[in-house]
Nanobody, 117 residues
Framework: QVQLVESGGGLVQAGGSLRLSCATS????????MGWYRQAPGKQRELVAV???????NYADSVKGRFTISRDKAKNTLDLQMYSLKPEDTAVYYC???????????WGQGTQVTVSS
């Protein structure tokens, strides 16, 4: 079975750091784009950061300069290093893997990140 499992979430004070990890199984995901999304209560799920199959990264404006996305294709893992966390970063963070042709997409169950002021 294909699975994405996030870990590393928790409660942290504003200005602190966290590192999220996404462990995968059931597929090598070599030809997939991978990314992190987040959803706060009552708000739409939004893109945080993505990294393409060839290593090109893109970030939401709200996290540029603070978050870094990386992937290890040999281990089939995806990480998100978060610095200078703000209360508005509080959300459930989801790991995503997507292939365009044929269109295929997988999601993890999410990990809670809470930033206190």
């Amino acid at each position: 079975q294909v699975q994405l499992v996030e870990s590393g979430g928790g409660l942290v004070q504003a200005g602190g750091s966290l590192r999220l990890s996404c462990a995968t199984s059931g597929s090598p995901f070599v030809n997939y784009h991978m990314g992190w999304y987040r959803q706060a209560p009552g708000k739409q799920r939004e893109l945080v950061a993505v990294i393409s199959s060839d290593g090109v990264t893109n970030y939401a404006d709200s996290v540029k300069g603070r978050f870094t996305i990386s992937r290890d294709k040999a281990k089939n893992t995806l990480d998100l290093q978060m610095y200078s966390l703000k209360p508005e970063d509080t959300a459930v963070y989801y790991c995503n893997a997507r292939r365009d042709l044929p269109l295929t997409e997988y999601w993890g169950q999410g990990t809670q990140v809470t930033v206190s002021s």
